[in-house]
Structure formats: structure tokens, C-alpha cells
């Protein structure tokens, strides 16, 4: 039974660039969840994705962006990175919408800002 | 808005009892959430109360009291496995807060 899975582990990007983040969810989950952690502190909320959309959104400005494919799996796109976005971003999934219950979280992508 | 309180870090001996609390404001509640997370790796879920009242899992339990807007998670039997960081999260109207983790240090 294969867990969460996300891709690239490490990244390293210049200031100004954009870049992709793929998940994918634990079998038989529908919904991704994608998460902001930097160091030291608590994972902050980003959007969540179901049947394809965006169900809800945290407090991040639109260079932040998603999609979820037909197979559930999700990409996480930043655009005109800053070098406050450096932090490990954690994908999550879950079963059945905005029921947040049990999320497994996958392995993260650690992001480095330069 | 949302606002999670915990203790920064705590001591604890191997085989004692550990209690971490954190507290809430939030505006709308559908329950409470506490995660693991080891150095480097990703948070693991612990325990879900969505009640008032205390749910044990093992070795693990939670408590929580909505009206004080308070919970907590005892660790009993402490291993040294058990250093890490503990996460408590409010899920409010919508969407989930994570506070920023009680790193447990256990020793020998």
C-alpha cells in the first residue's frame, strides 16, 4: 500500500524563478492538502484540492497555485519566487472532501530560496 | 482569527509521564488534532477529539474541554523514540491551524 509520495525531496531555485511540486496521495485517498513549513514553526495551511478543484484556500497570495489530475495527484506551482518561500512544503491526503480527520503527509519537498 | 498556544519545549525522563497542553482561539471548531513530527520527517497523525472527555490510544492519550478552549496530550511510559516535536492543530470553521509544536526532548 503505497503512502504519500512527493517529488522533487530537495530544490534549489533563484529568486524570481517559478517551480512545480508533485504529490501523490496514499491509495484510495481523493483530496490533497498542501502545507508551508518553515523552520521552527508550525505547517501553515495553503489550499486544498477535491475532485479536481480548489476547495479551500489559506492565507497565501495568488503566486501560490494547484491542480489536481484525474488520477488524484497534485502539483503545487509558485511563481516569482521570494526568499521567504524557502521552507519544506508537505502535501497531505485525506478521504472524502473537507473531512481533515486522518491526513497522512508525505515525505515533504525542502525548497531553497536564493 | 485562529490562535494556538503550546509550550516551546519540554524535559522529560525515560519511563515517566509528560503532559503537553495547547490552548485555542478560534472562530468555529471542528476538532482538535495532535501530530508527531521527527527531525526532517513528516508530521504523523496521533489523535482526533472532536468531544469533550479524554480518548486514549496506547500509550497516547488526549484530552479536551471546547468551553476552556483547551487540550492536552499525555505521553506515558516515555521512550527515547518518543523525541520529537508534537504538534497541535485546530480545525476552526474551515481551515486547519497548526500551532508551532512542543519539541520533546527524552532522556536517559
Known amino acids: 500500500d503505497a503512502g504519500v509520495t512527493q517529488s522533487p525531496t530537495h530544490l534549489i531555485k533563484t529568486r524570481g524563478q517559478q517551480v512545480t511540486l508533485r504529490c501523490s496521495p496514499k491509495?484510495?485517498?481523493?483530496?490533497v492538502s498542501w502545507y508551508q513549513q518553515a523552520l521552527g514553526q508550525g505547517p501553515q495551511f495553503i489550499f486544498q484540492?477535491?475532485?479536481?478543484?480548489?476547495?479551500q484556500r489559506g492565507n497565501f497570495p495568488d503566486r501560490f497555485s494547484g491542480h489536481q489530475f484525474p488520477n488524484y495527484s497534485s502539483e503545487l506551482n509558485v511563481n516569482a519566487l521570494l526568499l521567504g518561500d524557502s521552507a519544506l512544503y508537505l502535501c497531505?491526503?485525506?478521504?472524502?472532501?473537507?473531512?481533515?480527520?486522518?491526513?497522512?503527509f508525505g515525505p515533504g519537498t525542502r525548497l531553497t530560496v536564493t | 482569527g485562529q490562535n494556538i498556544d503550546q509550550p516551546t519545549e519540554m524535559t522529560a525522563t525515560e519511563g515517566a509521564i509528560v503532559q503537553i497542553n495547547c490552548t485555542y482561539q478560534t472562530s468555529g471548531f471542528n476538532g482538535l488534532f495532535w501530530y508527531q513530527q521527527h527531525a526532517g520527517e513528516a508530521p504523523t497523525f496521533l489523535s482526533y477529539?472532536?468531544?469533550?472527555g479524554l480518548e486514549e490510544k496506547g500509550r497516547f492519550s488526549s484530552f479536551l474541554s471546547r468551553s476552556k478552549g483547551y487540550s492536552y496530550l499525555l505521553l506515558k511510559e516515555l521512550q527515547m523514540k518518543d523525541s520529537a516535536s508534537y504538534l497541535c492543530a485546530v480545525r476552526g470553521s474551515y481551515i486547519p491551524t497548526f500551532g508551532r509544536g512542543t519539541s520533546l526532548i527524552v532522556h536517559p
Open positions: 497531505a491526503s485525506s478521504l472524502g472532501g473537507d473531512r481533515m480527520g486522518e491526513q497522512y
Open positions: 491509495s484510495g485517498h481523493d483530496t
Open positions: 477529539n472532536v468531544l469533550d
Open positions: 484540492y477535491y475532485e479536481e478543484e480548489e476547495r
